[in-house]
């Protein structure tokens, strides 16, 4: 009986210390190389500071927010996942696939993008109006979210 517990106790403890916490910095050079190009490529703000979230002792995600409110978050790999902006700003154009583009400058007429996201099977697009659409991985629009 006292193995048992003891086994319980070794495998708890185990679990715990593989799950660690997430961790903060405002060192942008923690970040993979494609991370920090995307940034200093497509952004005028500086990294205000970046959550590391691990899973299983592994970094899963990288989210980086800027000074000017932006956020960001990649991949453990540097590829980005998501783009955020302010309400008075719009995604940068790099990140919006033009077939999402046309199509919102279509339809949704003199409203920005504000916020897109990868997803495995298209992507997510929230604009400035409220509005949220869905595109198919080839940017066809599929409904309103």
Do not use: C
Not at 31 to 45: G, H, Q
Not at 56 to 73: A, M, P, Q
Not at 85 to 96: E, G, K, L, T
Not at 129 to 142: A, C, H, I, T, Y
């Amino acid at each position: 009986m006292m193995k048992r517990i003891l086994l319980m106790m070794v495998m708890i403890a185990g679990i715990l210390s593989a799950s660690a916490l997430d961790t903060y910095s405002h060192d942008v050079n923690i970040l993979p190389a494609a991370a920090r190009a995307t940034i200093k490529n497509n952004f005028k703000s500086e990294v205000s500071h970046i959550k590391i979230e691990k899973e299983w002792g592994r970094v899963s995600e990288y989210d980086v927010v800027l000074t000017d409110g932006s956020e960001i978050t990649f991949d453990r790999n540097g590829n980005w996942k998501t783009v955020e902006v302010r309400r008075n700003a719009s995604v940068p154009s790099v990140f919006i696939p033009s077939a999402i583009a046309t199509y919102i400058k279509q339809n949704q007429n003199n409203v920005a993008i504000i916020g897109i996201e990868k997803k495995k099977a298209g992507y997510e697009v929230e604009l400035s109006n409220g509005v949220d659409m869905v595109f198919n991985s080839r940017g066809k629009f599929l409904r309103y979210d």
